[in-house]
C-alpha cells in the first residue's frame, strides 16, 4: 500500500476501504508516513470531505493507534460507570470543575483527558496548575487509582495514548486544516473513546465565542460527534450551547477555578447563573447516559442535590489533593489570588451593551498572559479578567466593568483596546419602554442532540461535511 | 508572511497576491517554507484551481527564483532568435533531434534543456546519453559557447535553474497533486521561459499514449500554456497531437537516436512518416515564430529543404561532437546497437489492429530497462522496442509485429504481455470491401492553437482549471 493512492483516492472523491485508513494512521502515528504526504492527504480530506463511514472508521483507528484505558477490565475492575463531558471551547468555560465533582459525587466515575491553553481559549489543564503542587501528567495506572479512591481525575494526554492525533493535529495547525467537521470529529472522539468511556457529553459551542460562529455548522458538527460516538458503542448526547458572552464572570486560570469552587460551595451570583445551570444540564445528562438518573431532568436534580449537600465540593478537593496540590488554597481564594497588576476598566460611557465579541475577549484574557498563542509557551496563572457585566445590562458612566489582572502593567492597554472594541453599545436614552438595569438571564442550552436527532441532520446537511 | 495563512486563501478560493505567490516560491526555493505546508498548498491548488492570473504570476516567480539564461545579453550577446519546441511526453517521441538542428540549420539558436524519462515515457537526455560520452550536464557558460558553435545545444537542468520547480515537482510526485493543469504549466513554462526564448513552440498529446488522453483536458492544458507563454512575452502556439500510436517505429534509446539520424539522412519509411510530418510541423512553426519564416507553411518548406541539403544532419553531428559524443556510431548504426538480448513477436493471430493501448506499449519498454519508474535508477541505453506496424494494417498470423531489446531475457515475457494485451483487432474476415494492407498516414496535427484560440478555449472551459 502506497500512501499517494490513498491521497490520490480521497483527492479523486473515492472512498478508502477500512485497511488503508488504519494504514494511514498507523504510519502517522509511527511517523513511517512523511509530513508532506499526511498534510496532502488532509488537505484533500478537507476540501473534499469524508464520508461518514470514513470518519467513524478515522476515529476508531486514531483511538486505537496507542495505548487505551479499559476501566472496567484488569485486575481490578471499576464497577462504576465511566462517563465523560467534552465542550469544543469557549471562553470562561469551567464546567469542567463543577461536572466531573458532580458526576463522581454521584456514582459515576470521570476519567477526563483534558487539554491546554491555545488561541483565545483557556485549557482545563492550565487552570489546574494555578494550584500549587497539581500534577496533570498521570500514568493510565494512577489514573485508575484515583479513579478508584474518588471517583474523577483531571489528567493530560499521556505519550503513547492517540499518538496519530498528536502527529495530525501538529500538521493541521501548520496547513490550515484544522476547520474540518470530520477531521476534528476524529481528533476529538479518538482521544474522548481511548479513555474507555461509557457514556459522553458534548458541550458543541456556537456564537461569537465559539470556534465554530455559524449555527448550523456547529449543529452539524455535534450530529457528527454524536453519530460517530454511538456507533463506536458509547452512549452520547450533544447540547447545543450559546458562546456568545463569556460564561460566568471570570476568564483566566486561577479565578476561572475559584469561581467553579464557588459555586460548589452555593455561593451564586446573577453573574454565574449561566454557568451553573450549563453545569447542571451537562451533569443531568452525564447521569442519565450513565444510568444513574431515569431522566436527565431527574439527573439535574440529582446534581443540584450534590451541589447542595456539599458532596461534590468534597469530591472536588478530594481530587485536589490526590493530584498532589494544596486544597487549602481555597479556604481563602481571594487571599491566594496576588497577580502583579489589578486594574479596574470603567464604562467610558452610557448605554446597554446588546452584544459581544467573545473571541476578542478571549484574546484579551490571553494577551494578559492568560493563555498562549503558540504550543508550549509558558502561562500567567493569576492572569485574567472578572467580566461585571452581561449582555443586556444597561450601563451607566464610571461603572465597572471589568477588573484585569496581569504580570506586568505593559499588557493592560491592549487588551483594554480589545474589551472596549469588542463590545457594541445601544445608546441609553433608548425610547424603549421596557429598559431594565439587569438583564434577564440568557437560555445558554439550544438544543439537544441525540443520536435520532443527529441521524435526522446528517440527512439534510451532507454539504457541510 | 505566514504560509499557513496563504494555504488557507487557496483552501478558500480568495486569490492570492503577487508578493504573496512570489513568497510561496521563494520559500520553495529556499526550503524554508516546510515540505508539508508546501504539500498542503499544492493539494488547495490541484483540487480548487489557482486563477489565470494566479498561474501566470506563479510561473514568473517560478522561472525567476534561480538563475536565468539570457542569450541577447552579456559581453558577446548573440543575435540569433533563442527558439524551443516542448512536447508533453509521449512513446517514441523523437521530434527534438529533428527540430533542434533544423531550427538552428535556418538560423535560429535552440538553448533545449530537456528531462529525463520518467514512468511510461522516455526522455530526451537518457536518449542523447546512449552516445558514448555524451554530457548533458552543461553550465550556463558552456550552453551560450555550444549556441554560438553550432546553434543548437540539449542539456540537463542546471541546478540553479528554477529551483522552486525542483522542489514543487518532487514533492507534487508524492502527494498526488501532479494532474493540475495550472501546476502544469507553471512547472513547464518556468523552466522554459527561464532559459530566455524569443517563441516557443508547444507539442501537446491527446491520446492512448498522452498523459493527457482526453481531447479536451488537453486542449486546455494548450490553451493554458499558450496564453500564459504569450502573457510572459514569449510567442507561443501550441500543436495538439494525436499520440494515439508510437510517434515514429522505435521507442528506446539508442534506436529512438537512429531513426531521427535516418530521417536526417532522408532515409524515409512509410513507420516513419508520422514522426517526419510531426517534425516538419513543428519546426515550421519555430521558423514561422522566430521570425525566418513568414507563414507555418513557408517554414515548413525551409525545414524541408535543411533536411534534404542535409543541413540539419551537419548541425546534429555537429552538436553531438561539441558536447563530447562520438558522433561515428551513426555511421554504421546498426552495428553501434548491441543489446544482450534481441526477440522478435510474431503475430499469433490475422486482422486488422484497430486501436492501441500506447501507455501500456510505454511501459513494456520501460520493462525492457530501456526507462525508469522512479527518478535516479539507471537505464539500458540498447533497450526498446521496433514496432513493424501502424494502427489500421492489416496482419497476417505469423508476422512480425515487434523487436524487442532487453539486456537480460527474463524482461521480455512481460513486455510482450503487455505489448499483447495493448492491441485491439478486428477480424480480419471483415466484409469492409474497402479493406487495404497498408494503413493510410493518419493525421498527427489535430488543432493549432495560437493566443487567440486560446483566450477563446479559456473563456469557454473555465471550470477544467
Known amino acids: 500500500m502506497y500512501p499517494v493512492d490513498l491521497i490520490r483516492k480521497t483527492r479523486d472523491r473515492q472512498p478508502l476501504t477500512p485497511e488503508e485508513i488504519r494504514f494511514l494512521v498507523a504510519g502517522a502515528a509511527a511517523e513511517t508516513i512523511p509530513a508532506e504526504q ?42 462504576a460507570r465511566a462517563v465523560d463531558k467534552h465542550s469544543t471551547g469557549g471562553v470562561g468555560d469551567k464546567t469542567s470543575f463543577l461536572v466531573a465533582p458532580i458526576a463522581a459525587a454521584c456514582g459515576l466515575i470521570v476519567p477526563m483527558i483534558s487539554g491546554r491553553a491555545l488561541g483565545h481559549t483557556g485549557g482545563t489543564l492550565d487552570k489546574l496548575e494555578s494550584i500549587p503542587g497539581f500534577r496533570t501528567a498521570l500514568s493510565l495506572d494512577e489514573l485508575a487509582t484515583s479513579l478508584r479512591a474518588n471517583g474523577l481525575a483531571i489528567v493530560g494526554q499521556t505519550p503513547a495514548l492517540v499518538p496519530a492525533d498528536r502527529v495530525l493535529y501538529a500538521l493541521r495547525d501548520r496547513t490550515a486544516t484544522v476547520e474540518s467537521p470530520g477531521l476534528i470529529c476524529a481528533s476529538i472522539l479518538s482521544k474522548k ?5 461509557d457514556a459522553l457529553v458534548l458541550d ?8 465554530l460562529r455559524n449555527a448550523a455548522e456547529a449543529e452539524f458538527l455535534a450530529a457528527l460527534l454524536v453519530s460517530t460516538a454511538n456507533a463506536a458503542g458509547t452512549r452520547t448526547v450533544a447540547l447545543l450551547t450559546a458562546m456568545s458572552q463569556p460564561l460566568g464572570s471570570a476568564a483566566g486560570n486561577w479565578i476561572e477555578l475559584a469561581e467553579a469552587v464557588a459555586l460548589l460551595r452555593n455561593q451564586r451570583s446573577p453573574l454565574t447563573e449561566d454557568l451553573r445551570l450549563l453545569s447542571l444540564h451537562l451533569a443531568g445528562w452525564m447521569l442519565h447516559l450513565g444510568g444513574i438518573a431515569q431522566t436527565p431532568e431527574d439527573g439535574r436534580t440529582r446534581a443540584e442535590r450534590s451541589l447542595a449537600d456539599g458532596s461534590a465540593l468534597d469530591r472536588f478537593l478530594a481530587m485536589v489533593a490526590a493530584q498532589g496540590g494544596d486544597p487549602a488554597v481555597f479556604d481563602h481564594p481571594e487571599v491566594f489570588h496576588r497577580p502583579a497588576v489589578t486594574h479596574t476598566l470603567r464604562a467610558s460611557r452610557s448605554g446597554r451593551i446588546v452584544a459581544q465579541d467573545t473571541t476578542a475577549l478571549g484574546w484579551a484574557v490571553q494577551r494578559l498572559g492568560a493563555g498562549r498563542e503558540t504550543v508550549g509557551v509558558s502561562i500567567d496563572p493569576h492572569a485574567g479578567i472578572h467580566f461585571h457585566y452581561r449582555t443586556g445590562d444597561l450601563i451607566a458612566v464610571g461603572q465597572p466593568l471589568a477588573t484585569l489582572y496581569a504580570s506586568r502593567s505593559d499588557q493592560v492597554p491592549e487588551a483594554i483596546t480589545r474589551i472596549e472594541s469588542a463590545l457594541t453599545w445601544e445608546p441609553s436614552d433608548s425610547s424603549q419602554p421596557s429598559a431594565t438595569a439587569i438583564a434577564p438571564p440568557v437560555p445558554v442550552v439550544l438544543q439537544i442532540i441525540d443520536a435520532d436527532r443527529a441521524a435526522a441532520i446528517l440527512a439534510k446537511a451532507s454539504n457541510l461535511r
Open 193 to 197: 473513546l481511548a479513555a474507555g468511556l
Open 38 to 79: 499526511l498534510a496532502a492527504w488532509l488537505m484533500a480530506a478537507r476540501l473534499n470531505a469524508l464520508s461518514l463511514d470514513e470518519i467513524r472508521l478515522l476515529t476508531l483507528a486514531m483511538r486505537d493507534s496507542g495505548e487505551r484505558f479499559h476501566p472496567h477490565s484488569g485486575p481490578n475492575p471499576i464497577v
Open 204 to 211: 458543541v459551542k456556537t456564537g461569537s465565542g465559539a470556534f
